[in-house]
């Protein structure tokens, strides 16, 4: 299936955000609804203050925006984070099927929106998800390493193939036990791809299932403060 309506940039999976730090004001702190022509898209959670790095967070299949918000929403205000979890068009991403389209028009257009808004204290952005969501991070993260700089990847099954920019770094997450995407047919083949790629990558197994589990989330939040 092809998506006629969606520009060509989106269909390769490339945002076209501007460049440069963005000078907008302080995001109002607490949580809110992300709009794109009067259309709910997202969600967004602002800390107090200027926040240090803007975050996209994807849901796994099935989820909802508030399902991608959880995964850091309770640690933003005291890591000064700017949270923006978008919601996907269909019940998965994308790329997952058929490719690479809509999902990616909408992400491209609230993070424009966004930018405009809000000042960031640090002008890169990171990408983060669980299951089908960290697929989706590292699919878009390491094809837009120009905009992203650090992604978390939380027991993702795959990278889609494509052309990479720049080379983000990458902290990976797996259990052991995760019966949902086994570890020997994801995480175990994945990161050595992408250490032979170049990236930089810090891959944390744990003994446990399809899950998240808070000494991991601390991890990969003390890794993303030195990214």
Known sequence: MAYPEVPAHARHGRLRLPPGRSEGSTAPPGRGEVRVAGEVVGLLHAPPGLPERLVVLFHGSGGSAEDGLRLLAGHADERHLLLFAPQSVGRTWDVVDPGFGPDVVRVDTALRDLLDRYALARPDLAVGGFSDGASYALSLGLGNGDVFGAVLAFSPGFAAP????????????????????????????????????????????????HEVPPDVLREALDWLAEN
């Not at 494509?162 to 994945?190: K, Y």
Request: net charge positive.
């Open 162 to 209: 494509g052309a990479s920019v720049g080379t983000p770094a990458c902290f990976v997450s797996h259990g052991r036990a995760d019966a949902i995407l086994p570890i020997d047919l994801c995480s175990r083949r994945l990161v050595p791809v992408l250490e032979r790629a170049g990236y930089a990558v810090r891959y944390r197994e744990f003994d446990g299932g």
